[in-house]
């Protein structure tokens, strides 16, 4: 039975749809299983290649672990469901998403979180601190947007686009991360590295104690080298994603149904 869903629905659509829609079916996966999620709440986004501007979201209320490539839900820029006929999605979701996606189509992923590390240092006034080798090799990466209540009003994807100008990581003031990326691969390895740094910010304040401190030269050393391999010759999460591939896979393949 599994094998025949597959093929009814991949015939439906592009090959370049179908294999978009297995890795964003992946990355849901695997967020649940680094336990990033929020039970039906949160998303990752990905725009459906092809002219008509249409991007796939999670149908409302299912969870990350139950996500598949068939299930995921096709949208318009305006939030109408293209296809199932009938499904739903969270409007915050298409708030945030669909804001990214309308002013920058080479961004074809869109990723959320909740977690604990991640609104904890989204709550403090500094942010991500420039403590570790983690935080510092993102720095350079990470803006910031103003919490302003759950993200139902339109009016605030003008705001949240221009905060998140050229980076890649958006920490959500009191609210979450947001990561972009050219390909659901990068979107991803992009959380990771973020909810790292978040973790591990949250672990040395919990020591209660002085931090080592770091010279200003080395400060701006390890920001630069963080840039330099953003901007390497490979893009972000070209050897990580094929590799988080091969664990999901391990856990449970059904995502490719």
């Not at 725009?47 to 990350?64: E, T």
């Not at 469901?81 to 920058?104: C, K, N, R, Y």
Request: charged fraction near 20%; proline fraction near 5%.
């Amino acid at each position: 039975m599994a094998v025949a869903l597959v093929s009814r629905a991949s015939d439906r659509m592009t090959e370049a749809e179908w294999q978009v829609r297995v890795d964003l079916a992946a990355c849901y996966r695997l967020v649940h299983h680094f336990g990033w999620s929020d039970l039906t709440a949160t998303h990752i986004s990905a725009r459906v290649p092809g002219p008509d501007h249409h991007f796939l979201l999670n149908p409302y209320g299912a969870l990350f672990d139950e996500i598949t490539a068939s299930s995921l839900v096709k949208v318009d820029l305006e939030g109408n469901v293209i296809d199932p006929p009938g499904a739903e999605v969270i409007p915050a979701g298409f708030v945030i998403h669909s804001a990214i996606h309308m002013a920058a189509p080479e961004l074809t992923c869109v990723l959320h979180t909740h977690t604990a590390a991640g609104v904890g240092v989204a709550t403090q006034r500094d942010g991500l601190l420039p403590l570790t080798q983690h935080s510092l090799l993102i720095q350079n990466a990470v803006a910031y947007h103003d919490f302003e209540g759950a993200a139902t009003d339109l009016d605030e994807r003008q705001r949240l686009v221009a905060d998140l100008g050229d980076k890649r990581v958006l920490i959500l003031r009191n609210h979450g991360l947001l990561t972009v990326g050219g390909t659901v691969g990068e979107a991803f390895v992009w959380m990771y590295r973020a909810e790292r740094a978040c973790r591990m910010q949250l672990a040395f304040q919990g020591a209660n104690v002085p931090a080592y401190p770091l010279s200003d030269a080395v400060i701006e050393k390890t920001i630069e080298q963080g840039r330099q391999f953003a901007n390497g010759n490979r893009p972000v999460g070209t050897r990580e994603w094929p590799a988080m591939l091969r664990l999901i896979d391990r856990v449970d393949p059904s995502y490719k149904n």
